[in-house]
């Protein structure tokens, strides 16, 4: 039996978990010695923004509410000036992986503290990895400066969170988890991670869907979802994720939901060269499949299954392939422009992945 070698390397951030722990919000500020807090939110969460106003009290010294999908540095120079103008030495950020991207970008940009309150599963606020967008085109970069110094997981803050964003954000987590078991750069440590993780999305997500206000399996899925940032964060991503890359960044397909209808496709594609990961994964999901069980859960909560549903046209399925594997990342199974468009029109029909891969 050969051994197995590898390297595992972890980001540093404190992380406070529980229900009502929005509360802290002011003693974490105070903790890493700052005072000049610019609150980011995002417009339509303006109650829970109220709420962490309230409890930073004179602290809050600035506001900025603009926070946009996939991070466009135009919105970051708008709040940089506010930052600057009102000499902000922290950002606290409420909301899902976009205000989170926001105020990674100021703190690459300024070296502020940051302090995150997640209300969605995105996982982006435990990676140092922050993706940009400038005249359309998507590019991401990592450096320590870019991660969250502290990360406050309330639950609370996830109750009100619609079941199909919850639903589609759980699948985002899912595939952090998913991809991580299957990476050239997997270890012992991400891999128990990201079983947890997968366990976790699979029992909650069913649940959260008939009662949404379920707090125990609202804190499941949470908790999963930081599990997947770890994983997300840790090791490299492959196919899925440089697919739902392509097709957010050069098709303007909504992020969370396109990870949603990729994975069991992705998943699929690679299952013939990752048999010891998928064999794990139907383990953690109590099913027969990896890929048909993912695409069952999916289905069972009335998430998309079709890129046709999320409006990508036909045609342009070719160049989608094209691009995804012009400079793919690692992956267990090699890439071809005719597999990736074969699987791109599953994926855009909403076909159940069969139990052989293809
Ligand atoms: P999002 O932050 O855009 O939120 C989705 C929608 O849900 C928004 O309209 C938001 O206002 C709303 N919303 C959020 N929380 C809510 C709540 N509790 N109640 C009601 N509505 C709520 O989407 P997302 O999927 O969380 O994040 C996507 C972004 O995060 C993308 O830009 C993606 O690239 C980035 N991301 C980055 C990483 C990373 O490590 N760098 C990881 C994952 C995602």
Redesign the pocket.
């Known amino acids: 039996m050969s051994v197995r070698q590898f390297v595992y390397k972890a980001h540093p951030s404190r992380v406070i978990f529980g229900t009502g722990t929005a509360s802290k919000v002011r003693d974490e500020v105070e903790r890493l010695g700052r005072s000049r807090v610019l609150l980011l939110a ?4 303006t109650a ?1 923004t109220e709420k962490i106003e309230g409890v930073l009290g004179p602290l809050a010294v600035a506001r900025f509410d603009g926070a946009a ?3 466009p540095v135009e919105v970051t120079e708008q709040a940089l000036e506010v930052l600057r103008a009102h000499s902000a030495d922290c950002v606290v950020a409420v ?7 926001l105020a ?1 970008a100021l703190g690459a940009r300024t070296g502020v503290d940051q302090v995150i309150l997640p ?6 606020e435990v ?1 140092p ?3 940009e967008t400038d005249k359309g085109v998507k590019t991401t970069r990592s450096s320590p400066e870019i991660l969250p110094e502290t990360v406050i997981y309330d639950v609370d ?2 109750l ?3 079941v199909p ?1 919850s639903v ?2 759980g699948v ?1 987590a899912l595939a952090h988890a998913v991809e991580a078991l299957y990476s050239p750069e997997a270890n012992p440590v991400i891999d128990l991670l990201a079983l947890r993780s997968v366990s976790g999305v699979a029992a909650a997500l069913p649940v959260i869907a008939r009662d949404p206000a379920d707090a125990a399996a609202r804190a499941d899925l949470l908790q999963a979802a930081w599990l997947a ?1 770890i994983c ?2 840790s090791v490299g991503m492959s196919l899925h994720h440089k697919l739902c890359h392509t097709l ?1 960044g050069s098709f303007a397909l909504p ?2 939901e396109t990870h949603t209808v990729v994975l069991p496709h992705a998943m699929a594609y690679n299952a013939p060269a990752a048999p010891e990961a998928m064999a794990r994964i139907v383990e953690a999901l109590g099913a027969d499949d990896a890929p048909a069980g993912v695409y069952d859960l999916i289905s069972s909560v009335d998430g998309p299954l079709s890129l046709r549903e999320l409006g990508m046209a036909e045609k342009e399925l070719g160049r989608a392939a094209q691009l995804a594997t012009a400079r793919p990342y690692p992956n267990p199974r090699e890439l071809t422009t005719d597999g990736i468009e074969r699987l791109l029109r599953a994926a855009w029909h909403g076909d159940r992945p069969s139990r052989t891969g293809r």
Do not use: I, Q
């Not at 909301?95 to 991207?101: A, K, L, P």
């Not at 209300?119 to 982006?124: D, E, F, L, P, R």
């Open positions: 995002s417009p339509r969460l829970l999908m996939h991070t909301g899902g992986g976009s205000t989170t991207g990674k209300t969605t599963y995105a996982g982006s990676t990895v922050l993706g803050l996830t009100g969170l619609p964003v589609a954000s985002n940032g997300l964060s957010g992020h969370a």
